[in-house]
């Protein structure tokens, strides 16, 4: 199965995601558009595997306190657009021991720098580059997920198999 580590966003901030997504449509711009359902923020994206229970006894183990997320910046890596968010030291700090603790229990992550992102649409095509204006949303997070993502019908689904609650 294939497994990441994520951050599930509450209403407030998909709102605005989902106002983002409708703008960047406005403008003409055409792609695979994540849906409402599946916006999340990576912490760590462990692949294909198997070792679902070791997984989740890894990442029992991460200990963290709970912390504010808010909405800042946009970009893109290629051809997909997504929406940052502000730089915080306690969502550093959790992606650290989020990684640390999966590669503690034999898992290989990549060595990429965290970037924290969330996808808004894949395979984007525009004329002109489009401009997305976020509103400073800010938002609790007081757990993380362990996600495995499956292809049904050619659609991605997300199924939370794992929460750890911080603090
Ligand atoms: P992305 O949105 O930038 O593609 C599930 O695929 C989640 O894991 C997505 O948030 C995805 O980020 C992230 N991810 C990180 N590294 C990945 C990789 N090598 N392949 C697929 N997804 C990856």
Not at 134 to 147: C, D, K, R, T, W
Request: charged residues 25%; positive net charge.
């Amino acid at each position: 199965m294939r497994l990441f580590v994520a951050i599930e966003l509450p209403g407030e901030i998909k709102d605005a995601l989902s106002d983002a997504i409708a703008s960047l449509k406005a403008q003409g711009v055409s792609a695979n558009f994540t849906r409402r359902e599946n916006m999340h923020l990576t912490l760590a994206f462990i692949g294909e595997t198997p070792r679902l229970a070791e997984a989740i006894a890894a990442l029992d183990t991460v200990k963290a306190r709970p912390f504010r997320v808010a909405l800042g910046g946009s970009g893109a890596f290629g051809n997909l657009l997504w929406a940052g968010l502000r730089r915080e030291p306690d969502l550093d700090f959790l992606a650290a021991k989020v990684r640390d603790a999966l590669r503690a229990a034999g898992f290989a992550l990549d060595s990429k720098p965290f970037r924290p992102h969330i996808t808004l649409a894949r395979r984007a095509v525009c004329d002109a580059k489009p401009e997305l204006d976020l509103p400073a949303v800010s938002a609790p997070v007081a757990e993380f997920v362990l996600m495995r993502s499956d292809r049904v019908d050619g659609r991605l689904v997300y199924t939370t198999v794992f929460r750890k609650a911080l603090g």
